[in-house]
C-alpha cells in the first residue's frame, strides 16, 4: 500500500500507544513488554519508541511494530524508514525503535496515529533445537531464509557483495556466542599464537585456515569421545551463508541493529580502527545481535568454510556452499584494524588459508556436515 492511498492523514502526533502480544504456548514464562513509550523529537518528525523486553527463558524473541491512522481501529499503515531494536531482538530494559515520520509520510499531520508492538517467541515451537548445546556458549540458529548481499544502493557497498540472493538455509545449527577465545584454542591445540596476549579471554588470532580447521577436528573428537556429539554433527567452520545469516541476525540493515549511517552506533557493537586502540579486546564485552551472539561486526576477521569466489548470481538457493575450488578462503566480520565500512554485515574479504594476521580469528558451528 502507498502512503497517498490511506484514507486519514498521519505522521507528525501520536497521542496514544497500544500494545499486543502474542504468546508461544511452549514458553515457561512468555514474553512481554512493559513501559513502552513513544515520542516525537522536538522540532523534528523523528518519533522515538523505548520499550523493555522481558523473556527470562529466551535468547531472543521477535518484536513486530504495526501503525494506524485511524485511532487503532485498523494497523495496516506502510512504513519503511524504521530502525532499531526491532525484528530479532534480545530481551533488555530501554530497546529503542526510531522512526522518521517525514520520509515516510512527508506532510501528513493526525492526532489518530497508533503504535503497537507484538512480541512472540515463534521458534521455541517451530524450530527446536535437536539436543541441549553441550558446551553453554552455544546458541541455536533456526532454519530460515534472509537475502544475502548488499543492495546496489548500500552506502560504502564493494561490488563483490552482489547481486543480491535469496537464501534459504533449510538446517538450524548451533554457533559460538563469541568468537574462539586463547583459553579455549589452547586447551584443544596446547598452544596460543596469538599477538596480543596477558587475558585468555582475548579472541585466538594469528591462525590459518588449516590450524583453525584442525581445531575443529580436534574438538569434534574430544566431545565425540565424551560422548555429547549425536551421530553426523561436527564442530566446524560456518559456510558464508550461514555466517551472514547469523550475523543479520533477522535484519535486512547494514548492520545487525540498523543502517547506522554516520556510524554513531557501531562501538557499542564492535571493535574496530575508532574505538579498538590498535588491539583485540575481550569476547563479549560488546552488545549481541538479535541471535544472541556478540562480536560478529569487528574486532577480528573470522574464517568461514568456502572458497572465495564470484558473488551468487541471483535468485534464490538452498544452502549454498561456495565454489567447488579456489585459491583464497572467505574471511568476514572486519576487525579492530579497519575502518567501520569494513564491518557491515555484507563485507566479504578473503586470504589465502595459510595466512596469519593479528587481526584473524574465528568461531565455531555445531551443525550436521554441510
Known amino acids: 500500500m502507498k502512503p497517498q492511498r490511506i484514507g486519514c492523514l498521519l505522521g507528525l502526533v501520536i497521542s496514544t500507544v497500544f500494545l499486543d502480544s502474542a504468546i508461544s504456548a511452549a514458553d515457561a514464562v512468555p514474553p512481554r513488554i512493559a513501559n513502552l513509550s513513544v515520542s516525537q523529537r522536538t522540532g523534528s518528525m523523528l518519533v522515538d519508541i523505548y520499550y523493555d523486553l522481558i523473556d527470562p527463558d529466551s535468547n531472543t524473541v521477535f518484536v513486530g511494530v504495526e501503525m494506524s491512522s485511524d485511532g487503532g481501529a485498523t494497523y495496516a499503515v506502510p512504513f519503511n524508514d524504521?530502525?532499531?531494536?526491532?525484528?530479532?531482538?534480545?530481551?533488555?530494559?530501554?530497546?529503542?525503535?526510531?522512526?522518521?515520520?517525514?520520509?515516510?509520510?512527508?506532510?501528513?499531520?493526525?492526532?489518530?496515529?497508533?503504535?503497537?508492538?507484538?512480541?512472540?517467541?515463534?521458534?521455541?515451537?517451530?524450530?527446536?533445537?535437536?539436543?541441549?548445546?553441550?558446551?553453554?556458549n552455544l546458541v541455536w540458529i533456526p532454519p530460515g531464509t534472509f537475502t544475502m548481499g548488499s543492495p546496489a544502493n548500500e552506502q560504502d557497498r564493494f561490488d563483490n557483495e552482489g547481486p543480491q540472493t535469496q537464501v534459504w538455509i533449510s538446517r538450524g545449527f548451533f554457533m559460538g556466542r563469541t568468537e574462539v577465545t586463547q583459553r579455549e584454542y589452547q586447551e584443544i591445540m596446547n598452544t596460543n599464537p596469538s599477538y596480543f596476549q596477558g587475558n585468555l579471554e582475548l579472541p585466538v588470532e594469528q591462525v590459518s585456515w588449516w590450524d583453525v580447521t584442525s581445531y575443529c577436528t580436534q574438538l569434534t573428537q574430544r566431545e565425540q569421545a565424551l560422548g555429547r556429539l549425536p551421530v553426523g554433527y561436527v564442530y566446524r567452520l560456518p559456510t558464508e551463508a550461514e555466517?551472514?545469516?547469523?550475523?543479520?541476525?533477522?535484519?535486512?540493515?547494514?548492520?545487525?541493529?540498523?543502517?547506522?549511517?554516520?556510524?554513531?552506533e557501531l562501538w557499542k557493537y564492535a571493535w574496530y580502527s575508532g574505538n579498538s586502540e590498535?588491539?583485540?579486546?575481550?569476547?563479549?564485552?560488546?552488545?549481541?545481535?538479535?541471535?544472541?551472539?556478540?562480536?560478529?561486526?569487528?574486532?577480528?576477521?573470522?574464517?568461514?568454510?568456502?572458497?572465495?569466489?564470484?558473488?551468487y548470481s541471483g535468485g534464490a538457493v538452498t544452502d549454498p556452499k561456495g565454489p567447488g575450488s579456489g585459491s583464497n578462503r572467505v574471511i568476514r566480520g572486519g576487525s579492530w584494524s579497519l575502518d567501520p565500512l569494513r564491518c557491515r554485515s555484507a563485507n566479504r574479504c578473503n586470504y589465502f588459508p595459510d595466512y596469519r594476521y593479528s587481526d584473524l580469528g574465528f568461531r565455531v558451528v555445531l551443525g550436521s556436515v554441510p
Not at 88 to 96: E, I, M, N
Not at 247 to 255: D, E, H, K
Request: hydrophobic residues 30%; proline residues 10%; glycine residues 10%.
Open 82 to 136: 524504521i530502525s532499531g531494536n526491532l525484528g530479532f531482538v534480545v530481551p533488555g530494559s530501554r530497546r529503542h525503535i526510531e522512526w522518521n515520520a517525514w520520509n515516510d509520510w512527508p506532510n501528513q499531520f493526525t492526532t489518530r496515529a497508533r503504535v503497537r508492538l507484538t512480541v512472540e517467541d515463534p521458534f521455541r515451537t517451530q524450530f527446536p533445537p535437536p539436543f541441549p548445546p553441550p558446551m553453554p
Open 243 to 264: 555466517w551472514e545469516y547469523a550475523c543479520r541476525g533477522g535484519r535486512t540493515t547494514r548492520f545487525c541493529y540498523g543502517d547506522d549511517p554516520g556510524y554513531t
Open 278 to 311: 590498535s588491539k583485540t579486546h575481550q569476547v563479549g564485552t560488546r552488545l549481541l545481535n538479535g541471535w544472541g551472539l556478540c562480536d560478529m561486526h569487528g574486532n577480528v576477521w573470522e574464517w568461514c568454510q568456502d572458497w572465495y569466489g564470484d558473488y
